[in-house]
Structures are given as structure tokens and as C-alpha cells.
Nanobody
């Protein structure tokens, strides 16, 4: 079993930055695909970014502003969020895909709230 715990969310003004962290425990996630998703009020959860080994992908809406990275020694994945917009307000979730493909996320964290004020 893998446990994921997100942190780093908060209230920030538009244009500001945050760094979200996702700490994994239970197993090493070095070979896992790790993803970030978000869910805004009244909307479905959507893909934000993913990292497979050192290759990353992003949703079009966040390209150029969000950066996903991982620190294998810490079993942690990060999401650097810059130039925040009010529409980025959501609960951000970390997820892990043990197969490393980024298509079957079997483990999820509890989420961290990001609120962007205009």
C-alpha cells in the first residue's frame, strides 16, 4: 500500500506562487508515474500534470505556469505553481500509478486546497 499526503496549499493572490508537495510512504515510488489532478467546486476532477521517470506532461491550461518534479530520495513529488489565476482555485490531489504508465492511478491523497483571490 502507498499512502500519499499533499501539503502546501493555501490562499494566495492572483499572480502569486505556491509549491505543492506530495509525500509518499509505504513503498518507494521511484518507478511510479505520479500525477496531480484538481477539482474545482461544481466541476469534475481534471488532470493537471504527470511525471513518468523524468518525463512530464501537462494540461494545456497550465503549460508554462506549472512544473512537476520529483525527489526520489525523499519519495516526494512537487508541483510548482506560478502566475496563479482565480480559475486555478481547486482542491489539488496527488495520485500514483504503480505501473508507471500514467493511465491507472490506484492511489490518491486527500487533497490540498488552493484558493486564488483576484
Amino acid at each position: 500500500q502507498v499512502q500519499l499526503v499533499e501539503s502546501g496549499g493555501g490562499l494566495v493572490q492572483a499572480g502569486g506562487s505556491l509549491r505543492l508537495s506530495c509525500a509518499a510512504s509505504g513503498r518507494t515510488t521511484r518507478s511510479y508515474a505520479m500525477g496531480w489532478f484538481r477539482q474545482a467546486p461544481g466541476k469534475e476532477r481534471e488532470f493537471v500534470a504527470a511525471i513518468r521517470w523524468n518525463s512530464s506532461t501537462y494540461a494545456d491550461s497550465v503549460k508554462g505556469r506549472f512544473t512537476i518534479s520529483r525527489a526520489n530520495a525523499k519519495n516526494t513529488v512537487y508541483l510548482q505553481i506560478n502566475s496563479l489565476k482565480p480559475e486555478d482555485t481547486a482542491v489539488y490531489y496527488c495520485a500514483a500509478d504503480p505501473r508507471g504508465l500514467g493511465s491507472s492511478y490506484g492511489y490518491w491523497g486527500q487533497g490540498t486546497q488552493v484558493t486564488v483571490s483576484s
